[in-house]
């Protein structure tokens, strides 16, 4: 039993040190002035959202692009409060390009959907998706295109930030989340890239097209980011590229319940078993092993050593990737002071959040769906 935990926390090991080198690896983009403008569909689904659509609305505003090449498609998912008011009081007589439109359902995921019917009408073949909760950058769309004229990718993934209060439970959900953009990041870095966020992402319209869209995978409720891009990453995997720009950073909010963290976070995690790559759910398997001997060590042994080993190992292994993220993401003077907490309460978390995703059903957006 000890040889194979010691085996797990050196590929666990290999593993982090391996994605720190990669995150260190991809180069921040540094884009130049251009009289190039690229032609872009942005794509804002939304349900419910009028608490955080003024924030997205005025950034929209304070853009820093020529909009004359951009159009705005909201798309509102059967929301019963004011949404769709709010988005056409803010923007009409602004001169933006934007229409309304409504979701039409035809599967299980009303997010894929509002997304399809977008890039049915969209008139222009660069598609960026962002969430009704995000606040996008200033130089977000000039970024993209000059990545875009320099690059010639077919997808771009791009980075996610969080706008946290000084709470455990935010401050937990931070380190969760920079996690995950650590890891994406990372992941292009060492050539074997799998993650990406819908709140940040751009495509070609003629490949998504070309690759039948969402086609396979509707009946799963989540996931119109990763399956996408898995979809991408097959026939294009050298045009699927990650970037790495404080520029191109949107920003969005953690959820302020606890409720609301444990079924967002089942939304997330029950797309795992669904993706293509045996490697991937390798390493989902690895890192739930991990959390899980963490959690057993303290319920199974009464040897005080026993128990604190493990989860001292972790949060040294995980630290090294810790350390770029949080400098890159600009949340470093948080980071000592919540880190400790947060990877203590982790392992338990997490496999407590494998467990309900495998066995229950989540609710959002006051939806309630089967895995």
Partial sequence: MIYLLIFLYVLYAVLIISLAIGFTRVKEFTYKTSTQFTKFTVIIPFRNESEKLPL???????????????????????????????VANTL?????????????????????????????????????????DCILPKEW??????????KQPKMVVAPVNYIVKNTSLEQFQLLDFMSLQATTIGGFGIGFPFLCNGANLAYRKDVFLELDGFKGNTKIASGDDIF??????????????FLKSKDAMVTTFPVTTNSD??????????????????FVKLIGLLIFLINLSVVLSIFLSNNLLFILTPIFVKICIDILLFLPAMNFYSHK???????????????????????????????WKGRTFKK
Avoid: H, M
């Fill in 261 to 278: 963290l444990i079924n967002q976070r089942v939304r997330w995690a029950s797309k795992t078993s669904n993706l293509k790559s045996i």
């Fill in 56 to 86: 997205l609305l005025n950034s929209i505003l304070e853009l820093n692009y020529n909009l004359e090449f951009v159009e705005f498609l909201f798309i509102d998912d059967a929301s019963s409060d004011n949404s769709t008011e709010i």
């Fill in 333 to 363: 003077k948080s980071f000592y002071k919540w880190y400790p907490f947060s990877s203590i309460l982790y392992p338990f978390f997490s496999v407590f959040i494998v467990f309900k995703s495998l066995f229950y059903k989540y609710n």
């Fill in 228 to 241: 996408l891009f898995e979809k991408f990453k097959q026939v294009y995997k050298k045009k699927v590229q």
């Fill in 141 to 150: 769309l000039k970024v993209f295109s000059c990545f875009i004229k320099e």
């Fill in 92 to 132: 009409k007589e602004t001169g933006i390009n934007y229409t309304i439109l409504k979701n039409k359902r035809v599967s299980n995921s009303p997010k894929k959907d509002a997304i399809t019917s977008a890039i049915a009408v969209a008139k222009n073949n660069w598609i960026v998706t962002t969430d009704a």
